[in-house]
């Protein structure tokens, strides 16, 4: 009898865990074996992919980590694990560029999806708020001309504070410009594979990269002399850019 469904899902899972095993027994052989029979029992789980991505990352096998990170990205959108391991390939340019867009679609879907929701949600909650004031200020009816004077005028000031709360809670979800730190000089867009040069200034790699190619072997904005040998990646403003890509999910649109 054919296993069912559960069952394999359960055999690959197992498998996975003893590649994990092995790749930190440093056994990278027997890693990519068990790897690879997850695969085969299960392709479409990225995670697999990554994980034998990682052991030909050791190897230095770039073609095959390139494969393998395409593969999970294509399963994966928002697989940062694969975005990373792209990086290192030799058309890291390129690998990191095609997977970088794949990400960015798939995050800006599941934020535009998780906006809409939390805007339906304050919108809700904000017509709530202001009928129960309402309500309040009905049931505490005034007697006196002046008293009804300063209850409206009270009315007017609490919703006006309620929509300036409410404001504020939506303002994650608002669109505005990216801190230019953020941003590459040369390309303008938000960083995905950020490298800093030995005067100090960070680019974008691949637009680094064309530059010194095609251009000349100096800084664009210092003019010194500059090779890629130089160049290190800047891991500050890489992880600035997660936290402020995790906190603010349009600007997946705007890169």
């Given at each position: 009898?054919?296993?069912?469904?559960?069952?394999?899902?359960?055999?690959?899972?197992?498998?996975?865990?003893?590649?994990?095993?092995?790749?930190?027994?440093?056994?990278?052989?027997?890693?990519?074996?068990?790897?690879?029979?997850?695969?085969?029992?299960?392709?479409?789980?990225?995670?697999?992919?990554?994980?034998?991505?990682?052991?030909?990352?050791?190897?230095?096998?770039?073609?095959?980590?390139?494969?393998?990170?395409?593969?999970?990205?294509?399963?994966?959108?928002?697989?940062?694990?694969?975005?990373?391991?792209g990086r290192v390939?030799?058309?890291?340019?390129?690998?990191?560029?095609?997977?970088?867009?794949?990400?960015?679609?798939?995050?800006?879907?599941?934020?535009?999806?998780?906006?809409?929701?939390?805007?339906?949600?304050?919108?809700?909650?904000?017509?709530?708020?202001?009928?129960?004031?309402?309500?309040?200020?009905?049931?505490?009816?005034?007697?006196?001309?002046?008293?009804?004077?300063?209850?409206?005028?009270?009315?007017?000031?609490?919703?006006?504070?309620?929509?300036?709360?409410?404001?504020?809670?939506?303002?994650?979800?608002?669109?505005?410009?990216?801190?230019?730190?953020?941003?590459?000089?040369?390309?303008?867009?938000?960083?995905?594979?950020?490298?800093?040069?030995?005067c100090g200034v960070?680019?974008?790699?691949?637009?680094?990269?064309?530059?010194?190619?095609?251009?000349?072997?100096?800084?664009?904005?210092?003019?010194?002399?500059?090779?890629?040998?130089?160049?290190?990646?800047?891991?500050?403003?890489?992880?600035?850019?997660?936290?402020?890509?995790?906190?603010?999910g349009w600007a997946?649109?705007?890169?």
């Open positions: 009898m054919a296993p069912i469904a559960g069952s394999v899902a359960k055999q690959a899972e197992l498998l996975r865990l003893h590649g994990n095993v092995a790749f930190k027994k440093e056994r990278i052989g027997a890693a990519i074996d068990a790897y690879t029979e997850a695969i085969t029992l299960c392709p479409d789980v990225a995670v697999y992919w990554t994980n034998r991505a990682l052991c030909y990352y050791k190897r230095k096998d770039w073609n095959r980590v390139e494969e393998d990170c395409r593969s999970a990205i294509k399963l994966d959108g928002s697989s940062v694990k694969a975005l990373d391991l390939t030799k058309s890291a340019g390129c690998i990191v560029e095609d997977i970088w867009q794949a990400l960015a679609k798939g995050k800006y879907k599941e934020w535009e999806l998780q906006s809409s929701k939390r805007a339906w949600r304050l919108q809700k909650l904000k017509e709530t708020c202001e009928n129960a004031l309402l309500e309040h200020h009905f049931l505490e009816a005034p007697q006196s001309e002046d008293e009804i004077n300063e209850v409206s005028k009270d009315i007017i000031d609490q919703i006006e504070t309620l929509k300036e709360v409410f404001s504020k809670a939506a303002e994650d979800d608002t669109p505005k410009e990216v801190p230019d730190y953020l941003c590459c000089k040369i390309t303008l867009d938000i960083f995905r594979d950020p490298v800093i040069t030995p960070t680019y974008e790699r691949k637009a680094l990269l064309d530059h010194l190619q095609k251009v000349g072997k100096f800084d664009p904005i210092t003019r010194e002399p500059l090779s890629n040998l130089q160049l290190i990646p800047n891991l500050a403003i890489k992880e600035a850019v997660r936290a402020f890509l995790k906190k603010h997946y649109r705007m890169s």
